[in-house]
């Protein structure tokens, strides 16, 4: 029986690959709720309280579309471990890139649509942020200075 010292014992846990794909959505949701954070900050020194309501508002409705489709990764998510356990990593990738397409296609029209309504939902919820640099005048943004 050999003896195994604590030195060897120490860093086992990082050999693992669960615990290391672990550690890495962990900083992944870390840094990007970091990120998160410093965007509301900035966006609140930089909008208007009217305008910071309305977009926390849109964010609201975008969250309810995202909460609305998560059980979308869990059933991809389970669609995709049945192409590994059988190791068939090509259809796995031809389903995953199918996917991928249609996604990005999906947020193409949504941005384009977005787009395309943007000015009308500005004027109805009646922001001027969004038009901020285009009507501001210099003496407008020496008297907010001052």
Partial sequence: ???????????????????????IVFLGTTT?????????????RLLIPQ?????????????????????LGIAFTRYFTEYIAKDELGGLVFV??????????????????CLVISPWVA??????TIYMYKYRTKTETIKEAV
């Fill in 1 to 23: 029986m050999k003896f195994i010292g604590l030195r060897h014992e120490k860093h086992f846990w990082l050999r693992d690959r669960i615990i290391q794909d672990t550690i």
């Fill in 51 to 71: 305008d910071f309501a309305t977009f926390n508002t849109l964010t609201a409705f975008i969250m309810l579309g995202v909460i609305m489709t998560s059980p």
């Fill in 32 to 44: 990007a709720g970091i990120l998160d954070l410093v965007f509301r900050l900035v966006s609140i």
């Fill in 96 to 113: 995953f890139s199918r996917i991928v397409k249609i996604l990005v296609q999906i947020a193409l029209v949504v941005f384009l649509l």
């Fill in 123 to 128: 004027n109805f919820i009646k922001t001027k």
